[in-house]
């Protein structure tokens, strides 16, 4: 992790309060967050792509996104 990128110690607190129910919509959120940029990334490098194009890709991205 870059330092940039490391919760703070507030973060840490907030995130420990919260319930496991909490944390998972949060990250839940992320994720379609995350898929919705990627879409709008692919959809400015391929404006002759169809919506369907557009999703058949970002989902196949996502289901092979390694960390």
Do not use: C, N
Not at 1 to 16: C, K, T, V
Not at 33 to 40: G, L, N
Not at 47 to 55: A, C, K, L, Y
């Amino acid at each position: 992790m870059l330092s940039d990128e490391q919760a703070s110690p507030e973060q840490i607190e907030l995130f420990r309060a919260m319930s496991g129910e909490k944390r998972l919509q949060l990250a839940e959120q992320l994720y379609w967050s995350a898929r919705r940029i990627k879409a709008a990334g692919l959809r400015a490098q391929h404006p002759d792509w169809s919506q369907e194009q557009v999703e058949a890709e970002t989902r196949r991205i996502f289901l092979y996104a390694r960390t």
